[in-house]
């Protein structure tokens, strides 16, 4: 006769110690971790997706010449650089263009009669971008009176906020996902708690304290994986909303979404799995090693 039937789950009550709540808060917990790994993921990308778009671009103020207009020396200015090895594009800033970028900062009523500098918009060969130095010797040899901002001390402060965001983000990840841990370690072990007589019975009965283990691992290995999968399925569905009603760029374009960040969260139901059977292992087995169990084995 077999100590334990083809199902080790039969041997085991089916609702004990909330263990109905304990997997919804399980599931609720895991759910905001894989939120906050994407989230963790999204910064970075956004963060450094600004660092990047700063380097690889550069703005000239223009100052015409006696008896030169404005948008003839931005214009020749656009000329030069645009010839420049290290330089993609270069465009003059019109003032229509310059008063839609100043519009949103100081309304309309000062626009027209405020005079506004003569700009011209470099891109960067991403490969070998133009150093400032090689843009303004440039200028120089063109004989044209301009100013070179490469971005550099923006780019310094995006790069120190990028990295801040990074770690500020990744500790928010790694607090939720150890509260999650934490729910289902507790979850195991006030399930096993709540057991108690039955890992005596079966100790009794002459079940090994590996088979016994076992029993439990398998039980709460498969709560956690099923609160798991529910949290992550949640998160998946969120994620792929928030990208189909944001377009390209997601919903909110300072935190975007991609497609790959899905790949992250997959391992969820799998991690809330081997925490719940690793914790459910050792509180069975520290069950059974104590003197009172091992006096009451058979011989």
Known sequence: MRLFPNSDTDL???????????????????????????????????????????????????????????????????????????????????????????RPWLGEAVLPDMPLPFL???????????????????????GLDASVDDHAQWRGDVERSAALITILAGFAFLLTAGAAASAIVYATRAGLMARRSVIETLSLAGASDAAIAWLFQRRFGLLAAGAGAIGMGLALLLVAGVRFLGGGDGLVPALPLAWSDVLIILPCPLIAAGVAMISARLAALSRLSRPSMRGQKPV
Request: charged share 20%; glycine share 8%; hydrophobic share 50%.
């Open 120 to 142: 011209v918009t470099v891109r960067l060969d991403p490969d070998a971008p133009a150093s400032a130095v090689t843009l303004s010797r440039a200028l120089a040899t063109a």
């Open 12 to 102: 085991l009550p089916r609702e004990a110690a909330g263990e109905t709540w304990l997997a919804g808060v399980v599931a609720v917990l895991c759910f905001i971790a894989c939120l906050a790994a994407v989230g963790a993921t999204s910064a970075d990308r956004a963060a450094h997706g600004w660092a990047r778009q700063l380097g690889a671009e550069a703005t000239v103020q223009v100052r015409p010449r006696v008896g030169e207009t404005g948008p003839t020396a931005a214009a020749r200015a656009a000329e030069t650089l645009a010839g420049t090895d290290g330089v993609a594009e270069a465009v003059a800033l019109d003032r229509k263009a310059a008063e839609d970028l100043l």
